[in-house]
């Protein structure tokens, strides 16, 4: 058997083609918005990584995770998405790799967005305890814990790939996407279900804690300042989280976009892509890091490489 049509279906989207120029336009826009977002975000981190007054502050670790997390899952999926242009189907092994990335990064950010709201509330609600239970040390043992509760999540769908696939499935190429590749029905039925979890314990969280500083603000007979401040970046996780869900419901959203509008197929695919896996990488630095005065007054110089004092 020929390893390049090994037992796995490529997606409908191989059958359809796009003319040169619409594939050349496609990806030049994906690489180009990609590269600018990745530039932002980059900026953001070297401004992090260069003032201590932001990597001794848990809430500017944690957005700074954030940040590099988007640009991993950002680079995995446009990878992927090239990849599509340039040969239908790669090598299993590299599409494992990269898929591995692009989930574990996936989920990072509405846990992220969840312990970001909570530090938000603490620093709020209790004020005088805030040094105590956000520290940095804590703030780092979360970013591992985010990271291990998604391991627990992909893991199991890398061991049952090796468990039940031959081994020549990992020599051979494949069109590349999750489904594709963790095609057994348990990795299906598990992901559903972490999803429904993760996401419903996020937005309990996120509800929670914007009830409760909502509350701290009526009970202080104000919404000014810090509170109100604080009520807003919560709601402002909660727009970036029904962002980051576009891409749990992305299959469903597709086909029905598919069934409303048939003759655009392709059409469909590139904006679902462009709003699903593109938009929200967008939006998140501008929601947080530009919100943030001290943050702006150092990323300013950096984003335009402007001549400038150091700021200590």
Known sequence: MNSSSYGFNVSSSVRYRDSVS?????????????????????????TFRKHQIFYMNPR???????????????????????????????????????ITFAVFTTLNTPLNLAVMAVECYIAVCLPLRHPQLCTIKRTYILIGCIWALSAVSVLPDIFLVLATEPVRLFYST???????????????????????????????????????????????????????????????????????????????????????FPRNYLQVLFVCYIIIQILPRFISPVLYGLRDKTFRQYFRKYLLCAKRKEIP
């Open 22 to 46: 619409t594939a050349v336009t496609n990806n030049v826009i994906v690489l180009a918005l990609g590269l600018t977002i990745n530039y932002i975000n980059g900026t953001l981190i070297h």
């Open 60 to 98: 500017y670790i944690l957005f700074t995770h954030l940040v590099l997390n988007d640009m991993i899952q950002l680079t995995a999926t446009i990878s992927l998405f090239v990849s599509t242009y340039v040969s239908y189907r790669i090598n299993a092994s590299l599409c494992c790799f990269i």
């Open 174 to 260: 494949i069109f590349c996407e999750r489904d594709n590749l963790f095609r057994h029905k348990i990795s299906l039925e598990k992901r559903d279900f972490s999803y429904l979890v993760y996401l419903s314990a996020v937005w309990l969280t996120l509800l929670y804690t914007y009830f409760r500083i909502f509350f701290a603000a009526k009970a202080a007979n104000s919404v000014d300042g810090n509170i109100k401040k604080a009520r807003n970046t919560v709601l402002l996780h909660g727009f970036q989280l029904l962002l980051s869900m576009l891409t749990f419901v992305a299959p469903l959203l597709k086909k029905a976009l598919v069934s409303w």
